[in-house]
């Protein structure tokens, strides 16, 4: 009787033991096909809106391409990059930048490098923005969408840290595709520093297009943009040969697009801080015979400083 009842005690425990052991596994199933568990965090802005349209191809918006012409400022590019790709990913902009770098031995050609840039990109974008390598936008306020109406000036006279005449379009102009092939985008003519914007601002009026600006900007011209143009390291090349001087002051019916002499020596891809950035290294052609300021020696220098100083 006592080994009856010692065995039943035993069998019972076991049973027991069964039952716990079914119910912990019961309890550790899902009870419906979803699942709270941790995950990591994403950021889905800088997700979805990175440097390129091409990682974000199945939203429809019109692409940007960003043209910077270039020449021996990879400082500035390296903070230009990062810059301006969280600026316009808070935007929600699909963009891609270009660096036109002059990899000629001529002097420096803004208006020509754009031009070629366009060349390269019209046909896979929907606007540019011609922008200064060395100028950056601080103002969330200030918005690079498609410019429907008319060239979209961002850096307006009244926020520019340097430059305020009324007719100033220089620094970072957006314009639409259509209208860059209408005017025949920007004079050839001009090599070395200075005017090219001025000249095309009368190619705009005389289009009969309106220039627009931002509006609403509270910011002024001290904390709208950051310019970090280093002027003592970089001094602009401003010298006026031939006659440069008298040429580059007037209207040019003679070149742009259609006129352009250039090849595309090679094309780098490359990241900044992980934006991807294509450097176009374009070689410009001078013709002599129309613009023999695109090299100016220390000789003809010196007589056109002396010719300016004895009309003056």
Known sequence: MIVQKSMYLR???????????????ISSLPISDTCNCE????DIQHEKFHSSFKEIHSLDKRKLAILVPFRDRFDELLRFAPHISAFLNLQQIPFHIFVLNQ????????????????LQVKD??????????????????????????????????????????????GGILLLKVEHYKLLNGMSNKYWGWGLEDDEFYVRIKEAGLEVLRPRNITTGSENTFLHIH????????????????????RRDRDTGLN?????????????????????????????????????????VDAKTRSDTKAKT
């Open 11 to 25: 069998f019972l425990g076991i049973i027991v033991l069964a039952a716990i052991g079914v119910i912990f596994m």
């Open 39 to 42: 995950r990591p965090v994403k």
């Open 103 to 118: 990899n000629d031995r001529y002097r420096f050609n803004r208006a020509s490098l754009i031009n070629a840039g366009f």
């Open 124 to 169: 896979n974008y929907d606007y540019i923005a011609m922008h200064d390598v060395d100028l950056l936008p601080l103002n969330n306020n200030l918005k690079y969408d498609y410019p429907t109406n008319g060239p979209l000036h961002i850096s307006g006279p009244e926020f520019h840290p340097k430059y305020h005449y009324a007719t100033f379009i």
């Open 230 to 249: 280093d002027r003592l390291h970089r001094r602009r090349d401003t010298t006026k040969c031939f006659n440069q001087r008298d040429v580059t002051r």
């Open 259 to 299: 006129t352009l002499r250039y090849s595309l020596n090679s094309r780098k891809e490359l990241t900044i801080d992980g934006v991807a950035v294509t450097v176009l290294n374009i070689d410009l052609e001078c013709d002599k015979s129309q613009t023999p300021w695109c090299e100016c020696d220390s000789k």
